[in-house]
C-alpha cells in the first residue's frame, strides 16, 4: 500500500498514514463497503441467472443428449452386428446340415445298390452251386452205373473164366445183392 | 509497503493492506466514494463474468479449457446443492453460486501482491453471513410456519431435556451468522497479515531468503485456503438452508 501522507482520510488512519487498530473495525468505512458490496452481489447475481447459469445448464444438457444418443447409436450398430453374426451362424449351420442330408442320402442310395448287387450276385451264385450240385450228382450215379455193368460184365466173365456156365440172370442178382450189402 | 527499515530498526505495518481509502482524491470516505474496496469487488465482477459469461460465449459441445472450469464449478455447486440440501433446493442455486463465486474471486484476487481483500472485512462477510441468515429465517418460517420452530424442539430426545436443549440450540443457531462471517474475515485477515509479517523480515539481509522462503509457503497455504473458505461458507449456507427446508431432526 502507498503511504497516506494526508492524514485526512479517515479517523482509523494515524498522521503517519498508517492503520489505528483494525482497519475491519473502523464504523466510518463500513457503509461504503456494504455499499458496494451489494452493487457487485447484484452484478454477478443478475449476470450468472440471466445469461452464465442458463447457458451452461443448456450446454450441458446438449452434452448428455449426445452422449447418450452416440452411446443409442452405438448399442444399435451393437445388436446389428451380433444379429450379422447370427445370420451368418445359421447359414453355416444350414450349408452343414444340408450337406449331412446329402451325404447321408449318398450312403443310403449306395446301400442299396449295393445291397442289390449282393442279392443278385447271391442268388447267381446260389443257382450256380445248384446246377453244379445237380452235375455231380448226375456224375455219381452214371458212376454207380458204370460199376455195376462193369461187375457184372467182369462177374460174369470171371464165372467163365473159372469154368461155369454163367447165367447172366444169376450173376446180375448175385452182383446187386452183393453191391447192396 | 507495509514495512520500512528505519534506522536499523524495524517498523512492521501488517494491518495497513487493510485501510479503505478513495481512489479518486483525498477526501473522507463516504457511502458512495469509489474506493480501493469498490475497485476489486467490481474486478471480481469483472472475472465472474469473464469467466462464466466469455469463457462460455461459445456454446462448445466440446468445451474449450476456460468453458471447462466455468463447467466445473457449476457442476460442483450444483452437486453440493442437490447433495447437502436436496433436489428440491435447486431453485436457490444462483444464490449460492452467486455467494461461491463472489467469495472464491475475491480471495483468489485478494492474492495479487499490493491488491486488497475485501473478504478480510467483517463488514462484507457480516453483510454475506447475516444476508443468508436472515434469508434462511425468513425462508423457514414462510416455508414451514410455526413448524420452523420444531428445528429446536429435539423431539428424539427425552422430554425433561428438551428445554435445555431448546435453548442450546437457539443459541447456536444465532451464533451460526456470526461464526459464518468471521470465519471468513479471519481467515483471510490472518492470512495475509501473516505475509506482510514475512514481508517485514525480508529487510534484514541475513534472514531474506528464510523470509522469502516463508512467504512462498504461506502464500502457497493462502491460495488453499482462499478455496477452502469460499467452500466452507458455500456449504455451510447449503447446510442452514436445508434446515430452513426441513427443520425436522
Known amino acids: 500500500m502507498a503511504t497516506e501522507t494526508t492524514g485526512t482520510a479517515s479517523a482509523c488512519v494515524g498522521p503517519d498514514g498508517s492503520a489505528i487498530g483494525m482497519p475491519q473495525l473502523c464504523a466510518d468505512w463500513m457503509p461504503n463497503q456494504i455499499f458496494w458490496l451489494l ?5 454477478i447475481y443478475f449476470v450468472l441467472s440471466r445469461i452464465a447459469l442458463p447457458r451452461i445448464a443448456t ?5 448428455q443428449g449426445t452422449i447418450t444418443n452416440d452411446l443409442a447409436a452405438a448399442e444399435d450398430l451393437k445388436q446389428r452386428a451380433v444379429e450379422a453374426e447370427e445370420a451368418y451362424n445359421k447359414a453355416l449351420a444350414d450349408a452343414r446340415a444340408e450337406a449331412q442330408k446329402i451325404i447321408a442320402q449318398n450312403k443310403a442310395d449306395m446301400q442299396a445298390e449295393l445291397d442289390k448287387a449282393i442279392a443278385k450276385a447271391d442268388a447267381e ?6 446246377e453244379s450240385e445237380k452235375a455231380i450228382s448226375d456224375i455219381r450215379a452214371s458212376a454207380v452205373e458204370s460199376v455195376e455193368a462193369v461187375a457184372k460184365d467182369t462177374a460174369g466173365a470171371i464165372v467163365a473164366a473159372v469154368g461155369g456156365q454163367a447165367d447172366d440172370t444169376a450173376v446180375a442178382a448175385a452182383v446187386d445183392a452183393q453191391m447192396k450189402g | 509497503m507495509a514495512t520500512e527499515a528505519e534506522g536499523g530498526g524495524l517498523v512492521f505495518h501488517p494491518m495497513d493492506q487493510f485501510i479503505v481509502k478513495p481512489l479518486f482524491g483525498d477526501g473522507a470516505v463516504g457511502m458512495f466514494t469509489f474506493t480501493n474496496v469498490a475497485l476489486w469487488l467490481l ?10 459469461v466469455l469463457g462460455t460465449s461459445k456454446r462448445a459441445t466440446i468445451p474449450t479449457r476456460t468453458q471447462s472450469v466455468a463447467e466445473l464449478a457449476y457442476g460442483f455447486i450444483y452437486k453440493m446443492v442437490e447433495d447437502v440440501t436436496g433436489k428440491d433446493a435447486v431453485k436457490y442455486f444462483p444464490y449460492i453460486f452467486t455467494l461461491f463465486m463472489f467469495i472464491v474471486f475475491s480471495n483468489f484476487l485478494a492474492l495479487i501482491p499490493t491488491s486488497f481483500s475485501p473478504t478480510s472485512h467483517i463488514a462484507i462477510t457480516a453483510v454475506l453471513g447475516f444476508g443468508v441468515f436472515i434469508a434462511v429465517t425468513v425462508l423457514g418460517f414462510v416455508k414451514n410456519g410455526a413448524g420452523f420452530l420444531g428445528l429446536f424442539w429435539v423431539s428424539s430426545a427425552p422430554l425433561a431435556l428438551r428445554p435445555i436443549l431448546a435453548v442450546i440450540e437457539l443459541i447456536s443457531y444465532f451464533v ?11 481467515n483471510i485477515m490472518a492470512g ?13 539481509t541475513a534472514v531474506a531468503p528464510l523470509s522469502i522462503l516463508g512467504i512462498t509457503a504461506i502464500y502457497a497455504l493462502e491460495v488453499l485456503v482462499g478455496f477452502i473458505q469460499a467452500y466452507v461458507f458455500t456449504i455451510l449456507t447449503c447446510v442452514y438452508l436445508k434446515d430452513a427446508l426441513h427443520p425436522s431432526h
Open chain 1, 39 to 43: 452493487i457487485a452481489l447484484v452484478a
Open chain 1, 59 to 63: 450446454v450441458l444438457a446438449e452434452r
Open chain 1, 125 to 130: 451264385i446260389a443257382a450256380k452251386a445248384a
Open chain 2, 43 to 52: 474486478l471480481a465482477v469483472a472475472c465472474v463474468i469473464a469467466l462464466m
Open chain 2, 176 to 186: 451460526r451468522p456470526v461464526s459464518h462471517s468471521i470465519r471468513l474475515a479471519g
Open chain 2, 192 to 204: 495475509h497479515a501473516v505475509l506482510k509479517v514475512f514481508a517485514g523480515f525480508a529487510a534484514i
